[in-house]
């Protein structure tokens, strides 16, 4: 279950910045006026991490691993098919039961709009790189009690 990570740096006035965290996920938000202005969704964590990213007025990316693969989101989707039958949507389905309900509807849109215009899953670079804001110290892995800031 994702577990929001308290003490995030507030880099912009105008909105929000929230991180949640679960083994496989990390959920980098950006909210203006309440709303979903942004998203980075990392997964596979470790040597084969991957993200989608999305922002209002510019859209998707997709960052790492390699182009073709099956293992991007929405890759494994058909015509047709539930959203749910990609095992990395319906997994984050799963650890996204805890989120505010209206972040979790605007992500789920979100995912099911990219899944279903680009489910071949292009990347644009073959090696993810987090943002400073999004790593923990020395790449130790979070304090369990999930309200550390990370540096």
């Known amino acids: 279950m994702l577990k929001e990570i308290l003490g995030v740096l507030q880099d912009d006035p105008s909105s929000r910045r929230r991180w949640f965290h679960e083994d496989y996920f990390d959920l980098f938000v ?5 709303e979903l202005s942004a998203f980075e969704l ?3 964590i470790g040597s084969d991490e991957r993200a989608l990213a999305w922002i209002r ?3 998707y990316f997709h960052d790492g691993g390699i182009s073709g693969s099956e293992d991007f989101i929405g890759a ?3 015509p047709g098919d539930a959203l749910a039958a990609d095992p990395i949507i319906a997994r984050f389905e799963r650890a996204a039961g805890g989120l505010p309900d209206a972040l979790r509807l605007a992500l789920e849109t979100r995912l099911r709009e ?3 215009q680009n489910a071949e899953g292009a990347a644009r670079r073959t090696r993810f790189r987090r943002a400073d804001w999004q ?3 020395g790449g130790e892995k979070l304090r369990e009690d999930r309200g550390s800031t990370p540096s």
Do not use: F, M, S, V
């Open 42 to 44: 990392c997964y596979g």
């Open 135 to 137: 790593r923990t110290d």
């Open 30 to 34: 950006r909210e203006t006026g309440g």
């Open 57 to 59: 007025g510019q859209g």
């Open 114 to 116: 990219y899944a279903l």
């Open 76 to 78: 494994r989707l058909t």
